[in-house]
């Protein structure tokens, strides 16, 4: 494997808006900011749709990139995920990532009436997906006959503008999950392991844990011709002279003390010279080097962007 140190990018991650006027502008705002890429999450209730969602930031910015972070794959069947895709890559002109997750939320499935089934079958039938999406997206007919999906014959989309195949995130926490996204993933979204019921497991923002699953993707993708890209979702951002304060508060929620909170790649807090020399050490340490922020974020983060992105 070569052994890429990517260069820093930086995300908004939303999706929710009052009309498409607001919704355009955060998406001009992120791109004048300096954010490389605005995704939306995938999740039912009081939330914008993703496809039309991306396809009208796409729309009202020209380098913006666009992405799901990420589709729950229970939801659809990969033969309409590869559909979407396709399409917001070519109407995006070849801006659009594709992220997909083997879901975790459990309020979505029983709102829903999709069952949620246990993590071994939903991975299995992750892993299904991405083996039809990515040889769909790679203009191939795709025949598959698994346990969860049949395809026959299923005709690829030749006209996606990124090639092989608009770039993949996978969304891991667990051993399975991390291995499937460090041998296919362009792009490997470290979480904390979903619990068997719903939820994730917060024991597992520390640093310590986000260190073995780094190493874990790095020693899998071994024999890949490039390294994945690593990325990050931040829970916890702020701009402070008294990261204490802030890590107090966190950790009671997370029951983490906080030195464990402060050291946690999910969360960055600090003054805009410590957030910088921060990301540079866990890009050295983890290989981080794709940081996603939340909207309310993006104001005040714009500075360590403007520092930061694409060195």
């Known amino acids: 494997m070569t052994a890429t140190r990517h260069l820093f990018r930086f995300g908004v991650h939303t999706g929710r808006s009052t009309s498409l006027a607001a919704w355009q502008e955060t998406a001009r705002r992120a791109e004048g900011l300096g954010y490389s890429i605005l995704t939306v999450a995938d999740h039912f209730g009081d939330q914008l749709s993703y496809a039309p969602a991306l396809l009208a930031a796409a729309l009202a910015t020209t380098t913006l990139r666009i992405g799901t972070l990420v589709l729950d794959n229970d939801f659809r069947h990969p033969a309409l995920v590869a559909a979407d895709a396709a399409t917001l890559d070519l109407l995006s002109e070849g801006r659009f990532e594709l992220g997909l997750g083997a879901g975790w939320m459990a309020e979505d499935y029983a709102w829903s009436g999709i069952p949620f089934d246990p993590p071994k079958v939903r991975v299995d039938r992750l892993i299904e997906s991405v083996t039809i999406i990515?040889?769909?997206?790679?203009?191939?007919?795709?025949?598959?006959?698994?346990?969860?999906?049949?395809?026959?014959?299923?005709?690829?989309?030749?006209?996606?503008?990124?090639?092989p195949h608009p770039p993949l995130l996978i969304g891991a926490g667990g051993r399975r999950m991390l291995?499937?996204?460090?041998?296919?993933?362009?792009?490997?979204?470290i979480l904390p392991q979903a619990l068997p019921r719903g939820g994730v497991a917060l024991a597992e923002l520390t640093a310590a844990r986000i260190g073995e699953k780094a190493a874990f993707v790095r020693q899998t993708a071994a024999g890949r011709a490039a390294s994945p890209e690593v990325h990050i979702l931040l829970q916890a951002l702020a701009l402070t002279a008294d990261w204490r304060a802030h890590a107090d508060e966190i950790g009671r929620r997370w029951h983490l003390s906080a030195d464990e909170v402060r050291d946690s790649p999910t969360v960055l807090l600090g003054t805009l010279e410590e957030l910088a020399e921060t990301l540079l050490a866990r890009r050295e340490h983890f290989g981080i080097s794709y940081i996603s922020i939340r909207e309310s974020d993006m104001e005040g983060f714009a500075p360590v962007v403007a520092r930061l992105a694409g060195t």
Not at 137 to 149: D, K, N, R
Not at 179 to 189: F, G, K, M
């Open 134 to 163: 990515k040889g769909l997206l790679a203009g191939q007919p795709v025949t598959l006959s698994g346990l969860h999906y049949t395809v026959a014959d299923l005709p690829g989309y030749s006209g996606t503008v990124q090639r």
């Open 179 to 189: 291995t499937l996204a460090a041998r296919e993933a362009d792009i490997v979204s």
